[in-house]
C-alpha cells in the first residue's frame, strides 16, 4: 500500500465570467511509505491545489485520491495525516498549549499523552517560552514551526507539509530540517510542496516537478544528481606541498584516481561539477 | 521639522477649537430647548409603520413617547408656576399620545394623562372618553378607566346615562360603592364640585409624578375655593331670599372671610345664573387669554 | 462536537464584542429610576424597559456572532487548519452554532436574572396594582432567546453561501425586521382595507409569510408586561415551530457548508 496514492486527478476552477482555469490536469503519483517526496514548482503550478485535494480541503473534479489506503476527503484519511497549511494561520485568541489541547482532542488523543507530547513538542520547536501566550501575538516563524507542531502532536503516519520552511529565519529552516530528517528516521512518511531547490537536495528522497498543473517529472533526488555531473574538480596535493585545482571528465574521475595515487599526489577534496537541482528544475519549467 | 510644525499648529488650534466648541454647544443646547414641541417630538412615522417596525419594542417605543409628553409637559407646568406661560401644544400631546396607545393599548400612563390633559385644559372631554372607551378593552381589569369615563360623562358631557354605566362598571370592578354615591351626587348642581374635588382628589393621590400631581393639586385648590364661594353664595340666598349679585357682595356681608384666590391666577366671579367661574377656565391656558 | 463547541464559547468570551456587551448590559442598572418616571405604571415600565433592553443585547448578540463566526474562520484563514482534522464538516458548523446558541442562552439565563432583580426592586419600591405573573415574564424571556436562535440560524445559512461579510450581516438584519413584520402584513393582507391590492401581491404576501420566520409569535411582551394570561397553545405550538424551523435552517446550512470549497 502507498502512503500517498493519486490517480488521474483533474481539476478545473470556474473563474469570474464562466472562465475555466485547469489547475491540475491528470496527475498520478505515488509516494511510498517512510518516503520522503518533495513537490517542486513554481508558484501557482499546482502544488496548493493537489494539497488541498488531498485534505480534503476542495473537491477534485475527476480523479481519486488515497491516503494509507483511504479515500481523500473522509475523516479515516485526514486521521493519518500530519498537515501543516501554506502560510498557516490558528485560532489566535488560543495559547500554543490550549490550539496542540484542541487538535489532540479531534483526534481523540488522551488528555494525559496530549499533555505530555504537548510539552515535547513545544520544546522541540522552541515554543517552550510562549507557550501560555495568544497566538494573536506570535511573529511569523512561531506561527510556522507552530503548524509544525499541531502537525506532529498525534504521531500520524503521513506528514503532508504545505510550504513547510517558509517564513522562518534559517535557524528556523535548520530546525524544520532536523524535524523532518528525525521523521525518516523513524519511518515516517513526508510529503512537501516548495519552490525552494535547496531544500529538496537538503532532505528529499524523491522529487516530483510540477508546472502547469502538469506532472513533469518524478526521479530519485540522487538521480537526478548524479545525472547531471559532467565533471569534477579535485584538488590535488604535490609532494613539494603545492596545491593545485583540476577539471577531470566525468568517465575519467576513476582513472584520474589511479593516476595522483601512483604519482604520489594527494587528494584532497573532489566537487561534482555541472547541474545541480535548481539548474534541472528551471530547465523542466522553462522547457515546457 | 515638518511634523513638528504641524504639532505646533495643532497646540495652537486646540484652545482655540475648544472655546468656540463651548460657545456652538451652548448655543445648540438653547435653540433645542426653545423649539417647538412638535419639533421636539421629531418625526413621528404613522403608527402602522412603527408597528412593523418595532418588533417587540412596541411597548417600549409607546412609553418612550409618552414620557416625552410626560416631560413637555412636566416643563411647561413648572413654568406656570413661575408664572411664565407659554401656550402648550395640546394638540400634537394629543396626536402623541394617540401613537402611543395605538403601539402599546394597555399603557396606564396614556390614559391616565389623556384624561389629565384633555378634559379641562384642552375641553375635549368626548375625546378624552374615546381614549378609555379603547382601552377598557384591553385593560378590562381596571377601574379606573370607568370611573374617569363616568366623571367626564357626568361632570362635562352630561350625560347621565353613560355616566350611571361607567360608574356602575367602576363599581363592579373594584367592589368599591363611593362610585355609585358620585353617581348619584352630580345631580345636584352642588354635588358637581364635590364630586370634582373627590375626583382630583382620587387622581392626585394615584399620581406618582410630581409635576402631575401639581397640577392636580392646583385644580383641586381652585374647586375648594370655589366650593367655599358655592357655600358662601347658598347661605346669602339662605338669608336675602335671592342670589348675591358679585363675589365682592359675600366678602362684603362677611359671607366669605377672605377673598377667594384662584390658583390659576384668574378672578372668580359669579354667572348671571349664580354658578362660580373664574376668569381662567380653571387652566393656565385660560388665565393667559 | 463538544471539542468545536468548547473551543468556539472561548472564542466568543475572549471576543471584544462579548466585552462591549457587557458594557451594554450596565443600562440595567439605571432602569428602576427610568421607570419611576412613569405615572401609573412603574413595574410595568420597568419590565418593559428590561425585555427592550434584554431583546436589543440578544438582538446585538445573534447578528454579530451570527454573521461573523464562519466568515471570520474562512476570511483569516482558520478553516485550513480546522477542517484538515478529523472531523465532519457537519460537526464543525453545527458545533459553532450549537456555541452561539449556547452562548445566546447562557447570556438570557444571566441577563434574564438580572432583568427579573431589576423588576423585583421597581415593583418592591412602588408597588404595582397589578400582580406580577413571574412565569410569563420568563416564559417571554425564554422565548425572546428562542427568537433570536432563528436569527443566528438564519445567519449561518447566509455565512455558508457567501463570501463576505455583507451578505450575512445585511440579510441577517433584514430577516429580523422582515419576521417582525409578517404578521402585521398578514393581518393586514387578511384586512378587508387591503381590498384594492393587486391579487399577485396577496399571494405573494401570504406565500413569504409561510416562509420567514415569525418572530411576532416569539413576542409575548404583553403578557409578561400586563399579567395578561397566557395560552398554552401561545407556548406549546412557537416552541415546537422554533424547533422545526432551526433544525430546517441548520440543515441547509450544513449541505451547503459540506458542498463547499476552501479555495
Known amino acids: 500500500m502507498h502512503a500517498i496514492d493519486i490517480t488521474n486527478l483533474d481539476k478545473v476552477f470556474r473563474g469570474k465570467k464562466g472562465a475555466r482555469v485547469e489547475a491540475l490536469q491528470s496527475l498520478s503519483l505515488q509516494v511510498g511509505q517512510g518516503e520522503i517526496f518533495g513537490f517542486l514548482g513554481p508558484n501557482g503550478a499546482g502544488k496548493s491545489t493537489t494539497i488541498k485535494i488531498l485534505m480534503g480541503l476542495i473537491r477534485a473534479t475527476a480523479g481519486s485520491a488515497r491516503i494509507m489506503g483511504e479515500g481523500v476527503a473522509t475523516c479515516a484519511a485526514r486521521r493519518e495525516v500530519g498537515y501543516l497549511p501554506e502560510n498557516p494561520s490558528f485560532y489566535d485568541y488560543l495559547t500554543a498549549e490550549e490550539y496542540l489541547r484542541f487538535v489532540g482532542k479531534s483526534f481523540d488523543m488522551q488528555a494525559g499523552l496530549i499533555a505530555r507530547k504537548s510539552d515535547e513538542i513545544l520544546r522541540l520547536l522552541e515554543l517552550w517560552e510562549a507557550r501560555k501566550r495568544p497566538i494573536r501575538g506570535y511573529s511569523k516563524g512561531m506561527v510556522q514551526r507552530l503548524g509544525l507542531a499541531q502537525a506532529l502532536i498525534h504521531d500520524p503516519q503521513v506528514y503532508i507539509l504545505d510550504e513547510p520552511m517558509s517564513g522562518l529565519d534559517p535557524i528556523g529552516r535548520a530546525l524544520v530540517k532536523e524535524v523532518i530528517r528525525d521523521l525518516k528516521l523513524r519511518g515516517k512518511t513526508i510529503f512537501f510542496s516548495t519552490h525552494i531547490t535547496a531544500d529538496v537536495e537538503a532532505v528529499c528522497d524523491r522529487v516530483g516537478v510540477i508546472s502547469k498543473g502538469k506532472l513533469q517529472v518524478v526521479d530519485q533526488v540522487a538521480n537526478i544528481l548524479q545525472r547531471g555531473v559532467e565533471g569534477y574538480m579535485v584538488q590535488v596535493t604535490h609532494p613539494g606541498g603545492r596545491s593545485e585545482d583540476r577539471f577531470v571528465e566525468k568517465e575519467d574521475l576513476q582513472g584520474f584516481i589511479e593516476r595522483s595515487v601512483a604519482a604520489h599526489l594527494a587528494i584532497e577534496r573532489i566537487e561534482p561539477k555541472g547541474k545541480d537541482m535548481e539548474a534541472f528544475f528551471l530547465e523542466i519549467v522553462a522547457n515546457r | 521639522m515638518m511634523a513638528n510644525k504641524v504639532v505646533r499648529t495643532f497646540y495652537f488650534a486646540i484652545p482655540v477649537l475648544m472655546v468656540g466648541y463651548l460657545l456652538s454647544v451652548f448655543a445648540l443646547a438653547g435653540y433645542m430647548k426653545s423649539r417647538p414641541f412638535v419639533e421636539k417630538l421629531g418625526y413621528i412615522p404613522t403608527v402602522n409603520t412603527m408597528k412593523v417596525m418595532a418588533g417587540d419594542h412596541k411597548q417600549f417605543m409607546g412609553a418612550n413617547l409618552l414620557l416625552k409628553v410626560l416631560f413637555y409637559y412636566g416643563g411647561l407646568a413648572e413654568k406656570a408656576e413661575n408664572k411664565l406661560r407659554i401656550p402648550a401644544d395640546y394638540p400634537a400631546m394629543s396626536r402623541t399620545m394617540h401613537a402611543a396607545l395605538k403601539l402599546d393599548p394597555y399603557n396606564m400612563d396614556g390614559y391616565y394623562f389623556a384624561q389629565a390633559i384633555l378634559t379641562w385644559d384642552l375641553g375635549k372631554a368626548a375625546l378624552a372618553n374615546e381614549f378609555l372607551e379603547y382601552g377598557m378593552k384591553y385593560r378590562d381589569w381596571d377601574w379606573y378607566l370607568p370611573f374617569y369615563a363616568g366623571f367626564n360623562y357626568a361632570y362635562f358631557l352630561k350625560d347621565h346615562d353613560n355616566a350611571a354605566r361607567h360608574y356602575r362598571r367602576a363599581a363592579e370592578l373594584s367592589g368599591q360603592a363611593l362610585f355609585m354615591n358620585l353617581a348619584g351626587r352630580y345631580m345636584r348642581e352642588s354635588g358637581r364640585t364635590d364630586m370634582a374635588i373627590a375626583y382630583l382628589d382620587a387622581m392626585a393621590k394615584g399620581a406618582r409624578q410630581e409635576s402631575i400631581r401639581k397640577v392636580l393639586n392646583t385644580r383641586k385648590a381652585a374647586f375648594i375655593e370655589a366650593r367655599k364661594i358655592e357655600l358662601a353664595r347658598d347661605a346669602y340666598r339662605e338669608k336675602h331670599g335671592r342670589l348675591p349679585g358679585s363675589v365682592e357682595d359675600l366678602l362684603a356681608g362677611r359671607y366669605l372671610k377672605q377673598a377667594p384666590q384662584d390658583p390659576y391666577g384668574g378672578r372668580f366671579y359669579l354667572a348671571a345664573d349664580g354658578n362660580v367661574a373664574s376668569t381662567s377656565g380653571f387652566s393656565f391656558a385660560g388665565a393667559g387669554k | ?263
Open chain 3, 1 to 263: 462536537m463538544f471539542n468545536i463547541v468548547a473551543i468556539s464559547l472561548r472564542a466568543i468570551f475572549r471576543d471584544r464584542v462579548f466585552h462591549g456587551i457587557l458594557v451594554v448590559a450596565s443600562v440595567f442598572l439605571i432602569i428602576p429610576s427610568i421607570s419611576s418616571l412613569s405615572m401609573r405604571q412603574v413595574t410595568e415600565l420597568s419590565i418593559t424597559l428590561s425585555l427592550s433592553l434584554l431583546s436589543f443585547i440578544l438582538l446585538l448578540l445573534s447578528i454579530s456572532l451570527g454573521a461573523t463566526t464562519i466568515w471570520k474562520d474562512i476570511e483569516r484563514r482558520y478553516t485550513y487548519s480546522v477542517l484538515s482534522l478529523p472531523f465532519e464538516r457537519s460537526t464543525y458548523i453545527i458545533g459553532k452554532f450549537l456555541a452561539v446558541a449556547l452562548f445566546l442562552l447562557l447570556t438570557t439565563l444571566v441577563l434574564g436574572t438580572v432583568a427579573c432583580l431589576v423588576v423585583w426592586l421597581s415593583s418592591s419600591i412602588y408597588p404595582s396594582e397589578r400582580p406580577i405573573v413571574w412565569s410569563n415574564l420568563v416564559i417571554c424571556i425564554i422565548f425572546d432567546a428562542l427568537k433570536y436562535i432563528i436569527l443566528v440560524s438564519y445567519a449561518f445559512l447566509f455565512s455558508t453561501v457567501s463570501t463576505s461579510f455583507f451578505l450575512p450581516i445585511f440579510g441577517t438584519i433584514s430577516i429580523y425586521f422582515a419576521g417582525n413584520a409578517t404578521q402585521q402584513v398578514y393581518d393586514y393582507i387578511n384586512s378587508p382595507v387591503s381590498s384594492s391590492l393587486p391579487l399577485f401581491i396577496k399571494k405573494g404576501a401570504v406565500v413569504l409569510y409561510y416562509l420567514l420566520p415569525n418572530f411576532s409569535a416569539f413576542d409575548l411582551n404583553i403578557n409578561a408586561i400586563y399579567g395578561i394570561a397566557l395560552p398554552v397553545k401561545a407556548v406549546v405550538l412557537p416552541s415546537a415551530y422554533f424547533c422545526i424551523y432551526t433544525m430546517l435552517l441548520m440543515a441547509l446550512a450544513t449541505i451547503v457548508y459540506c458542498r463547499r470549497e476552501m479555495k
